[in-house]
């Protein structure tokens, strides 16, 4: 049974702030609404301008996205410089302070566009993501191949759960669609990997053991659109199909799915087999470009 509690979604979408409610999750002392706020995209060379609308929602969490630099290199002295450049910055100081901060990366900020597990310098790549996150030193995370984590915050009234993906580490090839102006088509059913089997192993065990009244899950990369011909999880059918399913069957409340990569803002909806909800993927435009 889904216990009293409000969730509330901030979806930067360029200009616009959509969510699900308008009652900010602090304004009352034991408030049970948690204010979640995430964005993807985020260009160090652009100016962003919704830092200070991000502030004004006082969110209890700011999820990134993926592509929170845009380093796209070999060079891992880059992508540590960037980190610091986007770590220090003022709008970015000052939301740190605000609460937690957790989620994924995407191609730009692994440091190769559309990169997946052939990425030479992926391992460095991790090391230099966890720096930025602040995971210490000694924590599990450090040993273990992929930055997928997941985190569990208590409200008064219960709990949400945040699951996030790592879409590149382990991604295997995409397949070139050479019969279009769109740069990829689906791999044969059954030919690749998205998340690879460790992680899977792992999700699965996330959502079935999970007693959080939300499950959010994080992916860079959309899971439910999928006929633009750009990367999803539709290049991979099989996958696609694998997590929808995992979601219905699970038993895990309340799932919804944060992703970016498109530049663009969009809500897909699907109704699962198991669910008596539809799940929606909120897809959240640029922070800094469209």
């Known amino acids: 049974m889904m216990k009293n509690i409000g969730l509330t979604l901030l979806l930067i979408t360029g200009v616009v702030a959509c969510k699900t409610g308008r009652t900010r999750g602090r304004e009352k002392a034991g408030s049970s609404l948690f204010t979640v706020a995430f964005g993807s995209c985020n260009k160090l060379t652009l100016e962003n301008l919704l830092w200070d609308d991000i502030l004004a929602e006082n969110p209890d969490l700011w999820i990134w996205g993926g592509d929170n ?14 980190y610091k450049a986007l770590y220090t910055t ?7 302070k605000k609460g937690p901060v957790t989620g994924t990366w995407d191609d730009h900020d692994y440091g190769l566009n559309d990169g997946g597990e052939a990425y030479p310098l992926k391992r460095q790549s991790q090391q230099a993501f966890l720096d930025f996150m602040g995971v210490r030193q000694d924590h599990p995370r450090r040993k273990r191949e992929g930055i997928y984590s997941a985190h569990e915050y208590e409200v008064p009234n219960g709990a949400v759960k945040v699951i996030a993906l790592d879409t590149r580490y382990f991604r295997t090839s995409l397949t070139p669609d050479t019969g279009t102006d769109t740069p990829y088509k ?14 899977w192993r792992w999700l699965e065990e996330q959502l079935h053991n999970s007693g959080a009244d939300f499950n959010v ?4 990369i959309q899971v439910l659109s999928n006929k633009h011909g750009f990367e ?9 199909d694998r997590l929808i399913k995992l979601i219905g069957t ?6 919804m799915i944060l992703s970016g990569d498109r530049h663009i803002s969009e809500f897909s909806k699907s109704t699962p087999d198991g669910l008596d909800y539809p799940l929606i ?3 959240s435009s640029g922070l800094t470009h469209a």
């Open 69 to 82: 630099i845009y380093a796209d290199t070999d060079d891992i002295l880059v992508i540590q410089a960037k």
């Open 90 to 96: 003022m709008g970015y100081r000052k939301l740190r």
């Open 186 to 199: 689906p791999n044969a059913y059954g030919e690749g990997t998205v998340l690879g089997e460790a992680q």
């Open 217 to 220: 899950i994080v992916s860079s």
């Open 232 to 240: 999803s999880w539709g290049n991979f059918p099989h996958e696609r």
């Open 250 to 255: 699970s038993g895990a409340r309340g799932v």
């Open 281 to 283: 993927d909120f897809t």
